[in-house]
Each structure stands twice: as structure tokens, then as C-alpha cells.
């Protein structure tokens, strides 16, 4: 990347154990054995506080895991194709991912492989996060693309969307949602809450607030942020600010922290 053009500056704050806001430009590349032709970004982690793990992916044409991710015991995980598109397999099935094309791999499905056959980079994210099992239920494996699925609207509001990815189920201690803000958009409400979130930035821009800060955000923003942390955003410019996010869902609270 060579000697900066001007004074080192960012817009990322990190506030371990509370929120995180991490912009595309601090992003640096790990090295996770079995996965060639990526550079990765391990964006949200057990390190700052987060329940879960997120990467960020940018498979190089040619790129492929010759070993299955998050095949840890007792761990789900979930892919998403932001640009380009990606072969991916889960319990050995293999389907195309296009952009907005989706898979869930549920804990005991032995984790996630992809490959990029094309000539172009795929943007991807990869989730993982422990399962929580329920007697009497289950997840699944879940193929879908988010572009077939259509917004609902959100608490009432017409100039809010939301569209959730995953079955809404009592087997899932978790689902994908995608949240759409039309210009001047915005939350109900400060919202705080046991649940944690894991949000990447689609398109447009906002501005949120984590803990007790506004924070503009953009396209390829990640934003993290733990329990109880009050939190909230606008939707400003000129188009739609949008984003998916994770929530840990359908489970009581554990004494075990």
C-alpha cells in the first residue's frame, strides 16, 4: 500500500465489551488455515467481547477453502455473498451463491466450504456463534437469496423495512436480518436490550447511536455492539442506508457467562 498520502486519522472506535464500529479502510488480512486466494478480516470476536466471530471476505477469483469452516463442535454458521458470487457447500450439497445468495450451516453439519470459480472477487461474510440446544427442536440447513424475499414493514413505519433470513423458528437461537432506512428513517425508539448485533453496512449512509455516541456510518461499515447497550440510527442521504445484522433469538438468559 506504500507511505500514506496524509496524517494517519480513522473513524473507528472500539469500546471492548461495548460497541465497535469498524470502517473497510483499518480492515488488515489474517491468515485462517485452509482458505487460499482470501484476504480476510476478522471483524467481531470473543476478543472485544462479542459472543460470536465475524469475517470479512474478499475471495480473489480462484480462491477456495480445502477445509470446511467453522467445523468446531457445537457451532453454526452462516454465509452471505455481498458482491460477485461463490460455490458453496454445506453438508455436502454445493450451490451457487449470487449477490444477496445465502447458507445457513447448523451446528453438527460439519461447517461451510466455498470456491470462486469466477474471473471476478466475491465479497463475502461469514458468521459462526455456539448453538444452544433445545430439547425438542433443531435447525436445518438453509439455502436462499435475500433479493427473492420481500421487505415487510417495520414496526409500523413506512419508511422502514425489514426481512428476516432465516425461519423463524424455536430450533434457530438465531437469525440473518436485513434493515432498510428510506431517507429520514429511523428507529421507534432507543433500543436496549439483552441481545447482541453484528451489522455490516449494504448501501448508503446513517448515523448511529451506540452507548451514548453518534457515529456516522456508510457502505462497508461493521458495527458491533454488546447487551444492554442503548443503541439506535437514522437513515440520511439520498438513498436507502441499509444493512444486515445478526440477533441471538428464541433462549433464555444462562447464569453461565
Known amino acids: 500500500m506504500g507511505y500514506p ?16 464500529v469498524i470502517p473497510p479502510t483499518g480492515l488488515v488480512n489474517n491468515v485462517i488455515p485452509g482458505v487460499s486466494g482470501c484476504k480476510v478480516s476478522i471483524v467481531a470476536s470473543p476478543k472485544m467481547g462479542a459472543s460470536f466471530v465475524q469475517y470479512i471476505i474478499a475471495a480473489e477469483p480462484g480462491a477456495l477453502t480445502d477445509r470446511a469452516l467453522a467445523d468446531e463442535a457445537g457451532v453454526e454458521s452462516f454465509l452471505y455473498c455481498v458482491e460477485g458470487s461463490c460455490q458453496a457447500t454445506v453438508a455436502g450439497e454445493e450451490q451457487e451463491l449470487a449477490a444477496g445468495g445465502y447458507v445457513f450451516s447448523p451446528a453438527g453439519a460439519g461447517g461451510i466450504r466455498f470456491r470462486n470459480p469466477t474471473g ?3 465479497q463475502l461474510l ?8 433445545l430439547e425438542g427442536t433443531e435447525a436445518g440447513v438453509c439455502w436462499g437469496n435475500a433479493n427473492e424475499i420481500p421487505f415487510r414493514i417495520f414496526d ?14 424455536l430450533g434457530f437461537d438465531m437469525n440473518m436480518h436485513i434493515l432498510s432506512f428510506a431517507p429520514g428513517g429511523c428507529h421507534p425508539f432507543v433500543e436496549t436490550h439483552v441481545q447482541e448485533h453484528g451489522a455490516y453496512m449494504l448501501e448508503g449512509e446513517g448515523v448511529y447511536l451506540l452507548d451514548d455516541k453518534w457515529s456516522p456510518i456508510k457502505k462497508g461499515d461493521f458495527v458491533w455492539f454488546g447487551p444492554y447497550v442503548p443503541q439506535a440510527s437514522y437513515g440520511v442521504g439520498r438513498g436507502p442506508f441499509t444493512y444486515i445484522y ?6 433464555d438468559v444462562s447464569f453461565e457467562l
Open 5 to 20: 498520502n496524509d496524517i494517519l486519522s480513522t473513524r473507528a472506535v472500539v469500546k471492548h465489551g461495548l460497541y465497535a
Open 120 to 122: 471476478e472477487t466475491a
Open 126 to 133: 461469514l458468521y459462526k456463534q455456539r448453538y444452544i440446544p
Open 156 to 169: 409500523g413505519m413506512e419508511n422502514v423495512f425489514i426481512k428476516d433470513l432465516l425461519p423463524v423458528e
Open 246 to 251: 445478526s440477533k441471538d433469538c428464541n433462549r
